[in-house]
């Protein structure tokens, strides 16, 4: 028996040897990192406050949040404010010219989701990335202005304070033109990512936006963005209509006249976002409440933690290569679901019961060896029981009342396009990159995916984001979600493992290093010193290939609800995040 594994390794070896060095060469890398770095502090307790608690990307916005509470607004109203404040101070992921996802919870224990997600322009089509011979053009569904999908993000905001908010819209949005109008510092993190986008802010754009004034951004330089606030003032003064009609929306189109793109006047005024209805599932004594389609988000935690429930990680221990394993080959066979079954549901029939089912989800991990790391390329998607009928940021708040809200937002990747709309101050989205642009094809996060997720006009993408909420025994106990991609499920259910099975604090289980599979590529990313290097070893010897990843996966932002009642907040520190509340 032994010796048969020692054969398959050296087997394994041989194949390795023929065609894969780099890979193992970032096995030896990884292995070495994992012996010199412990991560962040996995026991360490977060802001503790007694009533309200915003956690967002950067201290300014967990301010802006924090002050509406203050000032008797509810979980929505500061909600709107941090959407609006964090697209002038954290412009690589907060906008106006993209969209998200969120979900809530009311006091009363009533749960909404809203997707606000962007949708592919009318006429955009199957194979508009493909040259004449079907060969995908590279960069072209990731920068420049065909990758834009139509934005959602001002009407998602309009309709959410419609539904709950409390406080006058005007006085909501007015904190973001203050920010914009006067000027804000910039930190060491933005000022680094200014200086790193310069030349694509140069290539892609029609005209000079603000974030190319200077030759290099230092930290503590203040970013003053005039058209921004301009827009966000005709935004803060007529609603839906201050960005989908009249001067913004002309300003839109006529970039995409000057850039090649396509998104119309028509795609502008009929864009909507719409409620629906969040996905739910019981996980021991854990209600999760997430998001559903066109985000895979929710059918993708919900599968992974009713696996998890399974298996003893809490005796097998956080992050022993017995759990790192177990949890491994679970994501593989999920998003392996993921590529085949998940697209927009207006558009696909997405198979949600089936791929929720229990028993279902118990069959896909039938073939899983605790010893021995399964082939990427032997796991395809699964057969769940057909329907019966046809660089993102995240923020979590909770107000004075327990009401809760979980917010994804993005432009896609950092700075999304990098096209600004020029006189108007702010970036496009190239959420496009989020279809498949060609059957198996990866896209900028190597997912690949086919037919449910491919370009149709006025279709949403496949969504990754996860805005989720965790009730315990029936009352509100954790609000979590994360940016990062591919990486934002693997996060969110780390995260939700870390508290709920180990016991971390909630600053704790944001800190704790961070690993992720996505089926294909057939690696594990691993944050620098996720895994112990016992560990590290014991998943080589099991047959996974592991590859480090610099910059962190993910960046969290979570507020738990302890014993006492009392909230901790849970701020990243892999980026400027803070919390702030009282
Ligand atoms: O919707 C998605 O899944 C992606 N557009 C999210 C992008 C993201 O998280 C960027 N951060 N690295």
Known sequence: MRCNRVKNRIHTLKKERAGLTFIRITLILAII??????????????????????????PLTSEVGAAILRRGGNAVDAA?????????????????????????????GSVDALDYREKAPGNAHRDMYLDAQGNVITELSFKGHL?????????????????????PWAELVQPAVELAAKGFPLTRKEAKKLN????????????????ILQDRWREGDTLRLRELAYTLARIRDQGRAGFYEGETAARIVAEMERGGGIISKEDLAAYR????????????????????????????????????????????GWNAARTAHLMVEAERRVYADRARHVGDPDYYDVPVAGLLDTAYIRSRMRDVSLDRATDSDAVAAGAPAPPESPNTTHYSIVDPEGNAISVTTTLNSSFGSKVFVGGAGFLLNNEM???SVKPGHPNSYGLVGGEANAIAPDKRMLSSMTPTILEKNGQLHLIIGSMG??????????????????????????????????????????????????????????????????????????????????????????GDDAAAGF
């Open 33 to 58: 990192s994992f012996s010199g770095c412990a991560g962040w502090d996995t026991n360490e307790t977060g802001l503790v406050t007694d009533k309200a608690m915003v956690v967002t990307a950067h």
């Open 80 to 108: 709107v404010a941090v959407q609006f404040a964090l697209a002038v101070v954290y412009p690589d992921a907060g906008n106006i010219g993209g969209g998200g996802f969120l979900v809530l919870r009311q006091q009363d």
């Open 147 to 167: 990758a834009a999908g139509v934005p959602g993000t001002v009407a998602g905001m309009v309709q959410l304070h419609q539904k709950y908010g409390s406080m």
């Open 196 to 211: 790193d986008e310069r030349s694509d802010f140069i290539k892609y754009n029609t005209q000079r936006p603000a974030f």
């Open 273 to 316: 976002p719409v409620w629906r209805e969040p996905l739910r599932g019981q996980v021991g004594d854990y209600q999760v409440i997430s998001m559903p389609p066109p985000s895979s988000g929710g059918i993708a935690l919900l599968q992974l933690l009713n696996i998890a429930q399974n298996y003893p990680l809490e005796d097998w």
């Open 433 to 435: 990159d989020d279809f």
């Open 485 to 574: 991609g591919s990486t934002i499920i693997t996060t969110v259910y780390q995260i939700i493992l870390n508290v709920t099975v180990h016991n971390m604090p909630m600053q704790g289980a944001v800190n704790a290093g961070r690993f992720h599979h996505q089926w294909k590529p057939d690696w594990i990313l691993c944050e620098w010193g996720a895994l112990g290097f016992g560990t590290g070893l014991k998943m080589w010897w099991r047959g996974h290939r592991i590859a480090p990843k610099s910059g962190g996966i993910g960046r969290a932002a979570g507020i738990l609800v302890r014993p006492d009642g009392r909230l901790e907040g849970g701020a990243d520190p892999r």
